[in-house]
């Protein structure tokens, strides 16, 4: 069973900055951080790729996040980052991590097909 539980949204003002944490845990299942990512979704919106980490800690971004967001992970607690600098507006959404159910042929923000295991989600909301 696959355990993804994000924490780290809030409120603030354009050019703020958070960080957004994932920890996961997985039974019986030690490939869990072979992939991972941060998606996120804005109301009416579609869900979009914003970064990902595969186990080479080769990372991708979304062309809108790229520069402003890191993403990062530690291995030995477990927990997945986001940093977020310089947020705009249009970074406001609902923010989720997420991994590969089981095999993947790319690790990639552009990739979501791949993606079939979620948290629940974290809100971020940055005003003007």
């Known amino acids: 069973q696959v355990r993804l539980v994000e924490s780290g949204g809030g409120s603030v003002q354009s050019g703020g900055a958070l960080r957004l944490s994932c920890a996961y845990s997985?039974?019986?299942?030690?490939?869990?951080?072979?992939?991972m990512g941060w998606f996120r979704q804005a109301p009416g919106s579609r869900r979009e790729g914003v970064a990902t980490?595969?186990?080479?800690?080769?990372?991708t971004y979304a062309a809108s996040v790229k520069g402003r967001f890191s993403i990062s992970q530690d291995s030995a607690t477990n927990t997945l980052y986001l940093e977020m600098n310089n947020l705009k507006p249009e970074d406001t959404a609902t923010y989720y991590c997420?991994?590969?159910?089981?095999?993947?042929?790319?690790?990639?923000?552009?990739?979501?097909?791949?993606?079939?295991?979620w948290g629940q989600g974290t809100e971020v909301t940055v005003s003007p």
């Open positions: 997420a991994t590969p159910a089981g095999r993947f042929e790319q690790c990639s923000a552009n990739a979501a097909q791949w993606f079939g295991r």
């Open positions: 980490i595969d186990f080479n800690g080769i990372t």
């Open positions: 997985a039974s019986g299942d030690s490939n869990i951080d072979r992939c």
